[in-house]
């Protein structure tokens, strides 16, 4: 049983097998299996399949017919960094079959991952760092499809169809407004946090282990303030830049040889660009924290 920090952990409903990250001796990280023996565990084991096109793989999903696994990994069939992948569980004989990467949206250039479905309540999950800041996530909720749908790209608009594998308006994406409502209703019985007629912050923001502000007006500090709403300017400068590098990229991976070369200096800037924004943020950041706090500190 893995007991490495990060790892995570799929139990089965019956509580007596997981699945979970671990990394083997040659450094890279492959899913390895437990089963509960009376009060033990026993010794983990590597899955068995072809993992020809997968690199570190991690964060395991299986759905509650034992055999579709869905995981995470780098290698050559990634979009970039983690891509989301589906493999089935061959019975005959004992291993698992060749993976295929669930495609866009679900994957993008950037890190997606962690992939899971409520079947009984028909929604799934998947965490991405797509437009988002350094060391932060998003999580996406969908409606999980009986088979994969294709878009024809052909006879669709190019910059509609870039906007909906970029996931640039999710309510792009709600082809069937029935189904979209009876999803949002089945989605605040689980959690209430998603109705936006229940939802009480406009956003939460950490200054220290005993504070967590939800309102401008919970500042004591205006020169705090201040540099939080310096932040919150470029936090909408950060989306918007990562935004256009996705696009660009998806342009990218679709243009010739040619086009690449003179596209790939753009691509460079705004990298550029998004590391010095980055970097800003976390110095507001630190700013905003230490300001206030120093305010608290006399109260």
Same mark, same amino acid.
């Given at each position: 049983?893995?007991?490495?920090?990060?790892?995570?952990?799929?139990?089965?409903?019956?509580?007596?097998?997981?699945?979970?990250?671990?990394?083997?001796?040659?450094?890279?990280?492959?899913?390895?299996?437990?089963?509960?023996?009376?009060?033990?565990?026993?010794?983990?084991?590597?899955?068995?399949?072809?993992?020809?096109?997968?690199?570190?793989?991690?964060?395991?999903?299986?759905?509650?017919?034992?055999?579709?696994?869905?995981?995470?990994?780098?290698?050559?069939?990634?979009?970039?960094?983690?891509?989301?992948?589906?493999?089935?569980?061959?019975?005959?004989?004992?291993?698992?079959?060749?993976?295929e990467n669930v495609g866009m949206p679900f994957n993008s250039p950037y890190n997606d991952y962690m992939y899971v479905i409520d079947e009984y309540n028909n929604l799934g999950w998947f965490a991405?760092?797509?437009?988002?800041?350094?060391?932060?996530?998003?999580?996406?909720?969908?409606?999980?499809?009986?088979?994969?749908?294709?878009?024809?790209?052909?006879?669709?608009?190019? @910059?509609?169809?870039?906007?909906?594998?970029?996931?640039?308006?999710?309510?792009?994406?709600?082809?069937?407004?029935?189904?979209?409502? @009876?999803?949002?209703?089945?989605?605040?019985?689980?959690?209430?946090?998603?109705?936006?007629?229940?939802?009480?912050?406009?956003?939460?923001?950490?200054?220290?282990?005993?504070?967590t502000y939800h309102e401008e007006t919970d500042f004591h500090s205006l020169q705090a303030l201040a540099l939080f709403q310096q932040y919150i300017q470029i936090q909408k400068v950060l989306q918007?830049?990562?935004?256009?590098?996705?696009?660009?990229?998806?342009?990218?991976?679709?243009?010739?040889?040619?086009?690449?070369?003179?596209?790939?200096?753009?691509?460079?800037?705004?990298?550029?660009?998004?590391?010095?924004?980055?970097?800003?943020?976390?110095?507001?950041?630190?700013?905003?924290?230490?300001?206030?706090?120093?305010?608290i500190k006399e109260k």
């Open positions: 049983m893995s007991e490495k920090e990060g790892s995570t952990v799929y139990e089965n409903e019956l509580g007596n097998k997981i699945y979970y990250g671990e990394i083997m001796p040659n450094g890279i990280q492959h899913i390895f299996t437990s089963t509960q023996l009376l009060e033990e565990w026993s010794p983990g084991l590597p899955l068995v399949g072809n993992w020809t096109d997968s690199v570190n793989i991690a964060y395991p999903f299986l759905m509650s017919d034992g055999l579709t696994l869905y995981y995470a990994s780098e290698g050559k069939s990634s979009l970039g960094g983690y891509d989301i992948f589906v493999t089935r569980y061959n019975t005959n004989n004992d291993s698992f079959l060749r993976s991405s760092d797509r437009y988002q800041p350094d060391g932060r996530v998003c999580i996406y909720v969908f409606i999980p499809n009986p088979i994969k749908q294709v878009y024809n790209y052909e006879q669709m608009d190019k @910059e509609n169809l870039r906007s909906l594998a970029a996931i640039h308006s999710l309510k792009d994406t709600w082809s069937d407004s029935i189904l979209v409502n @009876e999803a949002l209703t089945r989605l605040h019985k689980i959690d209430p946090m998603f109705d936006d007629k229940k939802r009480r912050h406009s956003f939460s923001f950490i200054i220290d282990d005993m504070h918007q830049q990562y935004s256009k590098l996705e696009d660009l990229r998806i342009s990218y991976n679709l243009a010739s040889p040619e086009k690449r070369r003179q596209m790939a200096s753009a691509i460079l800037d705004i990298e550029n660009r998004l590391s010095q924004l980055e970097n800003k943020i976390k110095q507001i950041v630190k700013q905003v924290r230490n300001t206030e706090i120093s305010v």
